[in-house]
């Protein structure tokens, strides 16, 4: 079996606090899907450009050397991880890839993508609660499992200056959280946490959205969270379909159609999320403070500006 054979990555694409995580823990309830047993795993995507000021990391940076790292860690996890073989699907969500999705593409060609968009004023109320709160042990450890052994001094670095920096911040918040765009800790220095939050968001899905968009018909597709938690049966039927019927043209699908019964068991799993939340999380002047950096994405991607 090629290597291109044995590798099947299923890459979730989305802004920070958009409904990536339910998605992710809603296909790796199914048969023959798996993941890596911790949230994200940035600092393994960054390796070979862990220096890199940004997670905006393009083809040019899929080096041989990187590349060759990063497909050796696919396979072991899709080993280790999806159960089945060669022939599962391993599901990856970090949602700094909405910034660097050439580059992933560089370094997977047979990679295939769901984006998951989100109302941008829900994403950001949740965004700027993260920005704010502390970090429990259990969940550090979890990351630092698959940190690469070399990077380990810089991330532990980066931590401990973190934490200081918000015990000393006025505002209680982090020096840097979520996905990291060009110029953002300059927003950080000059702006309020809830612009910051306003600005990651918009940048995550304007850029994820061009680049998918340069993509072949098959290799991606986008779901709404609103539309994900509200009919959950009929959206993951919608993705299962996608990824055999409907993919003839990708570089992989599915062997057999996913049972009706494992769709129902996932579906089940998902909870009406927080919708609309930000009608109650944001003031009047908050939601106005919003409207030029967000409101553009917003609209580009599906969702009517409301007050």
């Known amino acids: 079996m090629t290597d291109a054979k044995s590798l099947r990555p299923l890459i979730i694409v989305g802004a920070a606090r958009s409904g990536t995580n339910v998605l992710r823990d809603a296909l790796v309830s199914l048969p023959g899907f798996g993941t890596w047993p911790c949230d994200e795993i940035n600092p393994l995507w960054r390796h070979g450009n862990a220096g890199h000021p940004s997670d905006e990391l393009t083809a040019a940076h899929a080096t041989p050397e990187v590349?060759?790292?990063?497909r050796g860690a696919f396979r072991r996890a899709?080993?280790?991880?999806?159960g089945t073989g060669l022939d599962g699907v391993l599901v990856e969500k970090t949602c700094a890839t909405s910034l660097r999705v050439a580059f992933v593409k560089a370094v997977f060609p047979e990679a295939r993508f769901i984006q998951i968009v989100r109302d941008g004023r829900d994403a950001v109320v949740s965004a700027r609660e993260?920005?704010?709160?502390?970090m429990s042990l259990?969940?550090?450890a979890r990351k630092a499992r698959f940190v690469p052994a070399s990077d380990l001094p810089r991330y532990g670095a980066r931590f401990v200056a973190g934490r200081i920096k918000q015990l000393v911040s006025g505002e209680r918040r982090l020096?840097?959280?979520?996905?990291?765009?060009?110029?953002?800790d300059a927003w950080v220095r000059s702006g309020s946490v809830l612009r910051v939050c306003g600005k990651q968001w918009s940048e995550c899905v304007d850029a994820s959205s061009q680049a998918l968009s340069e993509l072949g018909p098959f290799d991606s597709i986008r779901i709404r969270y609103?539309?994900?938690?509200?009919?959950?049966?009929?959206e993951l039927g919608r993705l299962a379909e996608w990824l055999t019927d409907g993919a003839s043209a990708a570089s992989w699908r599915l062997d057999a159609r996913v049972p009706e019964v494992d769709l129902d068991a996932a579906a089940a799993l998902i909870r009406d999320g927080s919708v609309?939340?930000?009608a109650e999380r944001l003031s009047?002047?908050?939601?106005g403070a919003l409207e030029h950096l967000i409101r553009p994405t917003m609209e580009r991607t599906g969702y009517a500006w409301t007050r």
């Open 67 to 70: 590349s060759a790292y990063l």
């Open 78 to 82: 899709q080993a280790r991880f999806v």
């Open 130 to 134: 993260r920005w704010t709160s502390g």
């Open 138 to 140: 259990s969940y550090i």
């Open 175 to 184: 020096s840097s959280w979520g996905p990291r765009f060009n110029g953002m």
């Open 226 to 234: 609103e539309d994900f938690v509200a009919e959950p049966r009929h």
């Open 276 to 278: 609309s939340r930000w």
């Open 284 to 287: 009047a002047d908050e939601v």
